[in-house]
């Protein structure tokens, strides 16, 4: 079983709707968890990052973490074009991030 | 502006040859990273660094070098004995290692190819 898992997608959701985007993980030792965005050919940036259980809101984005479950998301409310994107998870323990290989998400106008 | 600047965007390289990947971050972070994303790899982990003059192997470190000579600086380089280079590199650099500090930020890549 990997550390962590993440649906690669694509997701395909109309402008305006609210997306959900999910990791799933196995190590009980995971402590930071974070979001990162990453554009066509471009780095990724940084999103959010959260420590503990519960929900961090930040403008149109709740990151929350479910450690019982050992279950992350992200949701985008009022989904724009513009967040057309891959949305990678992470997550740290010990000295070492693990990062999911990605969700593609397509935003149709 | 603080951040992370990897150059160059796009690199080519011949047959045998060596080639150099540089990142340079202003940040005053003490880790530094490289990663390779191939489509449906997600990202590897190449080399890290914790400190100046200090370096260790990630994952997939075989046909790759790096040195750490100043801590803004940590040049990748992919050596003719990688023999599938094409890729896209990613730099990163966080705070430290430790949990809490260990949040990395990236720089915006560079794209290998092979001629």
């Known amino acids: 079983q990997k550390e962590v898992e993440q649906d690669p997608g694509p997701l395909s959701v109309p402008e305006g709707a609210i997306v959900s985007l999910n990791c799933t993980y196995s190590?009980?030792?995971?402590?930071?968890f974070m979001w990162y965005r990453q554009y066509s050919r471009k780095g990724p940036e940084l999103l959010m990052y959260?420590?503990?259980?519960g929900n961090k809101e930040d403008g149109r984005f709740t990151a929350q973490v479910d450690k019982s479950s050992k279950y992350i998301s992200l949701f985008i409310r009022d989904s724009q074009p513009s967040d057309s994107a891959t949305y990678l998870c992470?997550?740290?323990?010990?000295?070492?991030?693990?990062f999911g290989k990605g969700t593609r998400l397509h935003i149709l106008p | 502006d603080g951040g992370i600047t990897q150059s160059p965007k796009y690199l080519f390289r011949k047959e045998g040859q060596n080639v150099t990947l540089s990142c340079e971050q202003n940040?005053?972070?003490?880790?530094m990273y490289w990663y390779r994303q191939d489509p449906g790899q997600g990202l590897r982990l190449i080399y890290y660094?914790?400190?100046?003059?200090?370096?260790q192997k990630g994952d997939i470190a075989e046909g790759y070098s790096v040195s750490r000579e100043k801590k803004e600086s940590f040049p990748l380089t992919v050596t003719s004995a990688q023999k599938n280079p094409t890729a896209f590199y990613l730099c990163?650099?966080?705070?430290?290692?430790?949990?809490?500090?260990?949040?990395?930020?990236f720089g915006a890549g560079t794209r290998l190819s092979v001629l």
């Open positions: 990163a650099s966080s705070i430290g290692l430790n949990l809490g500090s260990s949040i990395q930020y």
């Open positions: 190590n009980s030792a995971f402590q930071y």
């Open positions: 959260t420590y503990s259980s």
């Open positions: 992470a997550m740290t323990r010990d000295d070492k991030i693990i």
């Open positions: 940040l005053n972070h003490d880790a």
């Open positions: 660094s914790q400190i100046v003059n200090d370096f």
